[in-house]
Structures are given as structure tokens and as C-alpha cells.
């Protein structure tokens, strides 16, 4: 089929840029290698591209540019029907490949395809939406309305903890407006791009409409955020890398979306169904290895159900299978590197100086077949100071700190302490404490009990405070990412009509 990749003498795949429609040759270029977190077996080698590949992509993507903004949304929206039918067709084979590549278990793989599909087929229907407003002019004769207009070049930056989910939730409603893009997704999860620019290509989406750069962030990141041709970038990703893009962002001009880091906490009050609370925590906890921007980090107790919270707590952790999440019985699976293991091991570290209690976990696993991949049991921490670091900054990994409170008011001021907002949950059966929550919670994502994952696609996702910049991806609030709004006037009256004067 299509696709143009070097398989080496060993079988292994290297994965080249995908620009104006076409794969680009290896020429001189350097690669790295791309390897299964839960078995370090490499999988793939994947271009380490250069500004000059960049440039190169952003070119093809401005000559397209403005023809597709003149094919009509409906028309531009079919594509995305039928790569929503393609990934449906190919559903099992992306999952398999998700698992490889970033390690999370494969039931939720197929929940990560599956988000990929429903926002394939939400956004192909603001195809025949994309509305704008018609109102009323303050003169005679005279229309006014506004519409969305395509930007053009967008620049889209992906994280590797959902590397399907969050690239559909940016180039699907960049495709849909009329832009047409480059997309530098993470090195760690160049198969998933692969994957998926096949797929463009097999639905013949025109050339240089989607465009796909592998490589590092300092150099592809900034080459595409310094590329004058490029009019948005979009990011998720880490908090030190949005803070460059944003600052870098703001002296080329830029328009800048960006999604972060977040510390979510589960409040969990006296009347809470605990049998519940105890499912959600642990499904939201260590789900993905507890990588994801929404994971739940903190859980916010009342105190006199505290202790049998704790103890209900360690005994479920007891139960859950950690390995290879190819494996369907495994319930966690793999951290993404050994980098990423250093840093949960750190902060295991700093939480016992600052004088937590630990109650389950806390070591990276390291016998047998586990040896291989880089795995970190599901940790608690108890009596965690709701100041401390450990409570504060983002770890993105299996580590929970519970905090003990006394009242809802104290639980939501704790929750809110965090420079974070992407998501909160709160656990009771008490409708005027739920309705208070709902309201005082400062995120951009509240459950009412239920854990703190779970977003679906056709609502707002995005976060308040140093989560982000006050965008969302996913919803019809995407579109305000990557459309320009755009008022028009028309005078009919034949005559010069002053706003503001000639009717006063
Ligand atoms: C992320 O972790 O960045 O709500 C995305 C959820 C998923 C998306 C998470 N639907 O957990």
C-alpha cells in the first residue's frame, strides 16, 4: 500500500516526514530510535528533522492553503468522514500499534482510537455548521453577520500519552475550518503520525493539506513557531515547554493555544458512596499509568471517612496487575521512559522528607521480565500537607497524596491551591454540596462522582490557571482555535451611512 518507509536489514521502520502529499526521501538525515516502554525492544527509528525539513512542509502547506479554503465545509468535511471510517477499519491494528509505542494498557488504547473516531465524525458534522451570527445593523439597508474564516498555516505540536486522541482534537477542526497544517508530534510516538498520515493519504485529502515533521521540540518546535507562514500553533504538552511556546510565540505574533499540566483531585465527602469513590480513584489514579494531564494526584478527604478510605484504597491496589498492556489482564502498564521513572522515584523521595506517610507502593519494579520496561507501582501517600510539593507540582505517574479536610469549604479551597485547573471531582449524595462544588471548583473539567478522566470530545477540554492559556481543544470551542472570526457589513441603501452618527 502506501506509505514510503525504509524497512532496515532487521526489519525495523524508519519513519520519514510526510510533506505536499509525498514521503520525503532519507537523504543524509539522522534518526533516533523509537522503543516499546514495556520491553525496551526497539520498534522503529524515527527522522530527527531539521528547520530546513520544516520550512520545506510549511511551503507545501501554504500552497494548498488557499485552494482548500475554497472547497465548501461540507465538501472538506466529507474527508473526515471517511477517515473516521478508515480508523473504525483499522481500529484494532491502531490500538495494538498505541500499546507498542506508549505502553498504556490495550482496552484503553481502544478507548484512545475510539475518542479519535467520535471526533472524526463530530467535527466532519460542523461541516454543514460552523456558524457565525446574523444580527440586526444600527442602520437602514444594511446586513450584518459574522462568519468564521480559515486562518491558514497552522502549526500542531502533540503529546505522547495520547498521541491519536490529541492529534485528531487539533487537525480535525483545523482541516474542517479550511486551514491546513504541520504536525510535529512527540518522538517517543512517531507510529501513531505514521499511522495517520497514511490514512490522509489513503482518503486523498489534497497534498499539503496535512503535513507531518518528526523530530525534537528546540529544533522542529521553534522552527515551526518562528516560520512567518505559520499562523497558530497549537500545544499539549508539558508546562516548561508551553511557557517557551508561549513566550517565543508572543514575539513572532503568534496565535497560541496551549493545554498543561494539571494536579486533579478527587474530594471525597462523608457521604460518599466509598464503594464508588474507591473505583473512580483507582480508575482515574492509575489508568495510563497515571499519565495523563487529567489523572487524579490528589484525593481531598473528609476526615471521619478517611481512614477507611485509606484502608479500602490499599486493599484494591493490591489487586491491580501491572505489566505489558498488550497483555488483557494487565490493568497497569509501563511508564514511558527511564526518565520518567527518575522523576516519580524523586518525588516518592520528596514526599517522604516532607514527612508523608507512605502507605502503598513507592518503588520502581525491576525483577524478571519487568526489568525490561520501565514500570513504577501504584503508590499512596497519606497525611500529605496540602502545601507540600508533593501535593503541589505534577508528577505524571502512578503516585496519589490524600490530604485530609474537615468541611466541603476547606476541600475546595485545597483543590483550588494548586497553580493547576485542568480537572476535579467530588464524591457525595448531597445535591446542595455537589451544586456548591460545581460552582467554587476552579477547572475547566468538574465530575460529580465520577473520577477525573473520562472527557468526551464533543465538550470544551481544557483547563483554568497555569493549565493553559484560556483556550480548549475538542467541542465546538476548538473551532475558536482555528477560525478568524469575521464581521461583515453590507450597505444597501445607496448611500453613505455613518455607524454610531447617521442614526443618533
Ligand atoms: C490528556 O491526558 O491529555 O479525559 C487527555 C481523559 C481523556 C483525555 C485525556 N479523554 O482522560
Not at 472547497?71 to 472538506?76: D, K, L, N, Y
Not at 505574533?253 to 466509598?274: P, Q, R
Not at 520501565?374 to 497525611?383: K, S
Request: proline share 3%; aromatic share 8%.
Amino acid at each position: 500500500m502506501q506509505g514510503n518507509v525504509t524497512i532496515q536489514e532487521n526489519g525495523i521502520k524508519q519513519l520519514d516526514n510526510y510533506i505536499g502529499g509525498a514521503w520525503q526521501e532519507a537523504g543524509n538525515a539522522k534518526y533516533t530510535a523509537v522503543k516499546n516502554p514495556a520491553n525496551g525492544e526497539e520498534i522503529a527509528q524515527v527522522r530527527l528533522s531539521t528547520k530546513e525539513d520544516v520550512d520545506l512542509a510549511v511551503k507545501a502547506a501554504k500552497k494548498a492553503q488557499k485552494e482548500w479554503a475554497l472547497v465548501p465545509a461540507p465538501e472538506r468535511a466529507d474527508y473526515l468522514y471517511e477517515i473516521g471510517r478508515i480508523m473504525i477499519e483499522k481500529k484494532e491494528h491502531l490500538s495494538q500499534v498505541l500499546t507498542k509505542e506508549m505502553g498504556k494498557v490495550i482496552e484503553e488504547a481502544r478507548g484512545e482510537v475510539q475518542e479519535g473516531i467520535d471526533m472524526a465524525f463530530y467535527m466532519a458534522g460542523e461541516g454543514r455548521r460552523l456558524v457565525g451570527e446574523t444580527v440586526p445593523s444600527e442602520l437602514q439597508n444594511k446586513f450584518a453577520m459574522s462568519v468564521r474564516a480559515p486562518i491558514g498555516v497552522v502549526g500542531l505540536i502533540t503529546p505522547w500519552n495520547f498521541p491519536i486522541a490529541i492529534a485528531t482534537w487539533k487537525s480535525f477542526p483545523a482541516i474542517v475550518a479550511g486551514n491546513t497544517f504541520v504536525w510535529k508530534p512527540a518522538t517517543e510516538t512517531p507510529l501513531m503520525a505514521y499511522e495517520m498520515a497514511l490514512i490522509f493519504e489513503e482518503v486523498g485529502l489534497p497534498k499539503g493539506v496535512a503535513n507531518v515533521v518528526f523530530g525534537a521540540g528546540s529544533e522542529v518546535g521553534t522552527a515551526m513557531i518562528e516560520n512567518p507562514d505559520v499562523r497558530v500553533i497549537s500545544f499539549t504538552g508539558s508546562t516548561d515547554t508551553g511557557r517557551r511556546i508561549a513566550e517565543l510565540g508572543g514575539r513572532h505574533l503568534k496565535k497560541v493555544s496551549l493545554e498543561m499540566g494539571g494536579k486533579n483531585a478527587v474530594i471525597v465527602l462523608e457521604d460518599a458512596d466509598l464503594d464508588l469513590a474507591v473505583e473512580g480513584i483507582l480508575w482515574s489514579a492509575f489508568g495510563t499509568a497515571g499519565q495523563r494531564c487529567t489523572a487524579c494526584s490528589r484525593v481531598i478527604v473528609h476526615k471521619n471517612v478517611k481512614k477507611e478510605l485509606e484502608q479500602r484504597l490499599v486493599e484494591e491496589m493490591k489487586q491491580l496487575t501491572i505489566g505489558d498492556g498488550s497483555d488483557e489482564s494487565v490493568k497497569v502498564g509501563p511508564v514511558v521512559n527511564a526518565g520518567s521513572i527518575e522523576k516519580i522515584a524523586n518525588y516518592v523521595e520528596i514526599g517522604k522528607k516532607e514527612g508523608a506517610k507512605l502507605l502503598a507502593g513507592g518503588s520502581a519494579l525491576t525483577e524478571g521480565e519487568l526489568a525490561k520496561g520501565h514500570y513504577f507501582e501504584p503508590t499512596l501517600f497519606t497525611d500529605v500537607k496540602w502545601d507540600s510539593r508533593l501535593a503541589q507540582e505534577e508528577i505524571f505517574g502512578p503516585v496519589v497524596s490524600l490530604i485530609e479536610v474537615e468541611s466541603l469549604e476547606e476541600a475546595i479551597e485545597v483543590n483550588n491551591s494548586v497553580i493547576f485547573g485542568l480537572s476535579s471531582s467530588i464524591f457525595s449524595r448531597d445535591v446542595n454540596k455537589v451544586f456548591q462544588a460545581q460552582r467554587d471548583l476552579d477547572t475547566g473539567i468538574v465530575y460529580v462522582n465520577a473520577g477525573t478522566t473520562g472527557a468526551e470530545i464533543h465538550l470544551p477540554f481544557g483547563g483554568t490557571k497555569g493549565t493553559g492559556n484560556g483556550n480548549r481543544d475538542s467541542g465546538k470551542a476548538a473551532l475558536d482555535v482555528f477560525t478568524e472570526w469575521k464581521s461583515v457589513y453590507v450597505d444597501f441603501s445607496g448611500k453613505l451611512q455613518r455607524a454610531q452618527i447617521d442614526n443618533s
